[in-house]
Nanobody, 121 residues
Framework: QVQLVESGGGLVQAGGSLRLSCAGSGRTFSNYGMGWFRQAPGKEREFVASILWVNGPVYADSVKGRFTISRDNAKNTVYLQMTSLKSEDTAVYYC???????????????WGQGTQVTVSS
């Protein structure tokens, strides 16, 4: 059974930092693009960041310069380091893996269950 399991979410004050992790199991994801989406209450799921096995990271404009995505293929894990957090970053963050590029929600093959990030102002 293929799974993506997120961890690291929580409550943080504005300006603070959090690091999300997403561990994959059941298959190797070294040749998959991996990334993060988020969904705030009442809003559609939106792209946050992605990283491919050959290309560099890609970020949404809203998080560029504040978030950093990285991956450890040996551990089948992708990370999202979030700094200078704002209240508008509050959302459920979902890890995703896709065999195709560009990295789009409609082409994601595997989703994590989501982890809540709440930023208090």
């Amino acid at each position: 059974q293929v799974q993506l399991v997120e961890s690291g979410g929580g409550l943080v004050q504005a300006g603070g930092s959090l690091r999300l992790s997403c561990a994959g199991s059941g298959r190797t994801f070294s040749n998959y693009g991996m990334g993060w989406f988020r969904q705030a209450p009442g809003k559609e799921r939106e792209f946050v960041a992605s990283i491919l096995w050959v290309n560099g990271p890609v970020y949404a404009d809203s998080v560029k310069g504040r978030f950093t995505i990285s991956r450890d293929n040996a551990k089948n894990t992708v990370y999202l380091q979030m700094t200078s957090l704002k209240s508008e970053d509050t959302a459920v963050y979902y890890c995703a893996a896709s065999p195709t590029w560009p990295f789009e929600a409609s082409k994601v093959a595997y989703w994590g269950q989501g982890t809540q990030v709440t930023v208090s102002s």
